[in-house]
Protein backbone atom coordinates (compact mmCIF):
# COMPACT_ATOMS: atom_id res chain seq x y z
CA UNK A 1 0.00 0.00 0.00
CA UNK A 2 1.40 3.68 -0.88
CA UNK A 3 -0.77 6.54 -0.70
CA UNK A 4 1.06 10.02 -2.15
CA UNK A 5 0.18 13.16 -1.76
CA UNK A 6 0.83 16.43 -3.83
CA UNK A 7 0.05 19.74 -5.01
CA UNK A 8 0.54 21.71 -1.95
CA UNK A 9 2.33 24.96 -2.29
CA UNK A 10 2.59 28.82 -0.98
CA UNK A 11 -0.76 30.34 -1.28
CA UNK A 12 -2.03 34.15 0.21
CA UNK A 13 -4.63 34.11 2.40
CA UNK A 14 -8.21 34.05 0.95
CA UNK A 15 -7.00 31.72 -2.20
CA UNK A 16 -7.60 28.79 -2.91
CA UNK A 17 -5.65 25.16 -3.95
CA UNK A 18 -6.75 21.22 -4.71
CA UNK A 19 -4.12 18.58 -3.35
CA UNK A 20 -4.32 15.08 -4.60
CA UNK A 21 -3.62 11.77 -2.85
CA UNK A 22 -2.80 8.76 -5.17
CA UNK A 23 -3.53 5.87 -3.63
CA UNK A 24 -1.85 2.20 -4.80
CA UNK A 25 -2.25 -1.15 -3.31
CA UNK A 26 -6.28 -0.78 -2.61
CA UNK A 27 -8.88 0.68 -3.96
CA UNK A 28 -10.42 3.87 -2.47
CA UNK A 29 -14.16 3.42 -4.12
CA UNK A 30 -14.31 0.61 -1.42
CA UNK A 31 -13.18 2.62 1.70
CA UNK A 32 -13.85 5.97 3.75
CA UNK A 33 -10.96 8.16 3.28
CA UNK A 34 -9.73 11.37 4.80
CA UNK A 35 -7.38 14.23 4.58
CA UNK A 36 -5.53 14.79 7.47
CA UNK A 37 -3.38 17.84 8.77
CA UNK A 38 -0.78 18.47 11.11
CA UNK A 39 0.54 21.63 12.02
CA UNK A 40 4.27 22.50 13.34
CA UNK A 41 3.94 21.54 17.25
CA UNK A 42 0.54 20.20 17.18
CA UNK A 43 -1.07 16.93 16.62
CA UNK A 44 -2.48 15.62 13.61
CA UNK A 45 -6.06 15.78 12.93
CA UNK A 46 -8.91 14.81 10.50
CA UNK A 47 -10.23 17.40 8.88
CA UNK A 48 -12.29 15.48 5.96
CA UNK A 49 -13.74 12.26 5.09
CA UNK A 50 -15.93 10.86 2.36
CA UNK A 51 -17.44 7.41 3.12
CA UNK A 52 -17.48 4.49 0.68
CA UNK A 53 -20.76 5.44 -0.30
CA UNK A 54 -20.07 9.40 -0.81
CA UNK A 55 -21.06 11.00 2.05
CA UNK A 56 -18.71 13.77 3.49
CA UNK A 57 -18.39 15.30 7.06
CA UNK A 58 -15.51 18.23 7.79
CA UNK A 59 -14.49 19.39 11.05
CA UNK A 60 -15.83 22.64 11.69
CA UNK A 61 -12.31 24.60 11.14
CA UNK A 62 -12.85 23.59 7.08
CA UNK A 63 -16.90 22.94 6.98
CA UNK A 64 -17.76 25.23 4.33
CA UNK A 65 -14.69 26.06 2.56
CA UNK A 66 -12.70 22.25 1.90
CA UNK A 67 -14.35 19.64 0.05
CA UNK A 68 -13.16 16.53 -0.34
CA UNK A 69 -13.78 14.13 -2.98
CA UNK A 70 -12.93 11.08 -5.89
CA UNK A 71 -12.01 10.25 -8.72
CA UNK A 72 -12.22 5.98 -8.53
CA UNK A 73 -10.78 5.84 -12.61
CA UNK A 74 -7.38 7.54 -11.24
CA UNK A 75 -8.04 5.77 -7.47
CA UNK A 76 -7.24 9.52 -6.22
CA UNK A 77 -9.01 11.35 -3.45
CA UNK A 78 -8.80 14.94 -3.94
CA UNK A 79 -8.85 18.31 -0.88
CA UNK A 80 -10.60 21.34 -2.69
CA UNK A 81 -9.28 24.43 -0.19
CA UNK A 82 -11.16 27.40 -0.77
CA UNK A 83 -10.69 30.57 1.25
CA UNK A 84 -7.63 29.84 3.25
CA UNK A 85 -6.25 31.15 6.29
CA UNK A 86 -3.06 31.53 7.67
CA UNK A 87 -4.54 29.10 10.16
CA UNK A 88 -4.91 26.28 7.20
CA UNK A 89 -1.14 25.98 7.18
CA UNK A 90 0.30 22.48 7.70
CA UNK A 91 2.01 19.14 6.14
CA UNK A 92 -1.66 17.86 4.63
CA UNK A 93 -1.64 13.76 4.32
CA UNK A 94 -4.48 11.01 3.20
CA UNK A 95 -5.27 7.61 4.80
CA UNK A 96 -8.08 5.42 5.67
CA UNK A 97 -9.43 7.01 9.11
CA UNK A 98 -9.87 4.37 11.80
CA UNK A 99 -10.18 4.93 15.71
CA UNK A 100 -8.73 7.90 17.33
CA UNK A 101 -9.25 11.43 14.91
CA UNK A 102 -5.59 11.09 14.19
CA UNK A 103 -5.11 7.70 13.29
CA UNK A 104 -5.07 5.83 9.77
CA UNK A 105 -5.23 2.09 8.93
CA UNK A 106 -1.88 2.57 5.98
CA UNK A 107 1.39 3.33 6.42
CA UNK A 108 2.01 7.81 5.95
CA UNK A 109 2.90 9.17 2.78
CA UNK A 110 4.99 11.66 2.89
CA UNK A 111 2.20 14.48 2.80
CA UNK A 112 2.65 17.50 0.99
CA UNK A 113 2.72 21.35 2.45
CA UNK A 114 0.42 23.66 2.66
CA UNK A 115 1.42 27.49 3.15
CA UNK A 116 -0.79 30.15 3.37
CA UNK A 117 0.54 33.50 3.82
CA UNK A 118 0.91 37.26 2.43
Known amino acids: VQLVESGGGLVQPGGSLRISCAAS????????MGWYRQAPGKQRELVAR???????NYADSVKGRFTISRDNAKNTVYLQMNSLKPEDTAVYYC?????????????WGQGTQVTVSS
Open 50 to 56: ITSSSST
Open 95 to 107: NVPVGPSDSGRHP
Open 25 to 32: GFTVRFYN
